[in-house]
């Protein structure tokens, strides 16, 4: 299974700025995706980010307030712009482990006063 | 598309008991289903997955679950808990190995001495 970190694993964040979520991963990998879990809440799939294309983006999921990079095949960020409390959340990487299963980080947790 | 239901969104149980954490699932198609368990301040885990073949699954830490194709249920258990079982535990479901995996709400299971 794939080694997956995140940083930072905690943030607070002030409303109107923006946080950018970095994820690394212990080995190649060609899909990377990003969830969102709202407080209480199950995950909700924001992205799917692959190396050398721009990133596919789940209804209701928008690039201009998600921007995400995928500049190799072990690293991607996510961008939380223009915040608001709404946006508190865990934020969690994944990749998949090759048998339909995913792999996640340990999240970051944000929150916007 | 596919979803999930995860019957009980709190289970308290007593130490050493047996627990079962109920799933059902709807899809038209064939479905590969997974649980996972997050700690607290943790990521999620994969427990478990079903993919094909014997319909009885087992998973880490003493769990298992149950594929039921005719009543589209992917119940989890484990005969005996301990006080470290107490997580949120995530039911999910694909329709293939495209990694785009739906997330039941979650059920959190609470162990008491």
């Known amino acids: 299974s794939a080694v997956i970190s995140q940083k930072p694993s905690r943030d607070i964040c002030q409303r109107g700025t923006s946080l950018t979520i970095q994820c690394q991963v212990d080995s190649q990998v060609t899909m990377m995706f990003w969830y969102r879990q709202q407080p209480g809440q199950s995950l909700t799939l924001i992205a799917t980010?692959?190396?050398?294309?721009?990133?596919?983006?789940e209804s209701g999921f928008v690039i201009d307030k998600f921007p995400i990079s995928r500049p190799n095949l072990t690293f991607s960020t996510l961008t939380v712009s223009n915040m608001s409390p709404e946006d508190s959340s865990i934020y969690l990487c994944s990749t998949g482990g090759g048998g339909g299963e995913l792999f996640f980080g340990e999240g970051s947790r944000l929150t916007v006063l | 598309a596919q979803s999930v239901t995860q019957l009980d969104s709190q289970v308290p149980v007593f130490e050493e008991a047996p627990v079962e954490l109920r799933c059902n699932y709807s899809s038209s198609v064939s479905v590969y289903l997974f649980w996972y368990v997050q700690y607290p301040n943790q990521g999620l885990q994969l427990l478990l997955k079903?993919?094909?073949?014997?319909?009885l699954v087992k998973g880490i830490n003493g769990f298992e679950a149950e594929f039921n194709k005719s009543q589209t249920s992917f119940h989890l258990r484990k005969p005996s808990v301990h006080i470290s079982d107490t997580a949120e535990y995530f039911c999910a479901v694909s329709n293939s190995n495209d990694y785009k995996l739906s997330f039941g709400a979650g059920t959190t299971v609470t162990v008491r001495a």
């Open positions: 079903y993919l094909s073949g014997s319909t």
């Open positions: 980010a692959n190396q050398g294309s721009e990133a596919t983006y």
